[in-house]
């Protein structure tokens, strides 16, 4: 990839996750920003603690049981994001 294309690349990421930051929802986990760890070539990025847990691990645990009442409300939710 060219310096151009990978300068590109750089500015539309700096773009997305500006945008990620500034963007406040009740129903969204915020996003506080990105921790780099140049010895090991990684990039750590860094969230609000959801203490409830992901909506993937609520969805996944078969031990709560989620009302059709609920799951129409959190579609709602989700499609107004």
Known sequence: MS?????NL???S??????LYSL???NITKFLGIYSNSQFHQLMFVWEFASRGSLAEILEN????LEWHFKVSL???IVQV
């Open 3 to 7: 310096n151009d294309g990978q300068n």
């Open 24 to 26: 406040k929802h009740e």
């Open 10 to 12: 750089k500015q539309k």
């Open 14 to 19: 700096i773009r997305l996750l500006s945008k």
């Open 62 to 65: 078969t031990e709560i049981k």
């Open 75 to 77: 579609l709602g939710d």
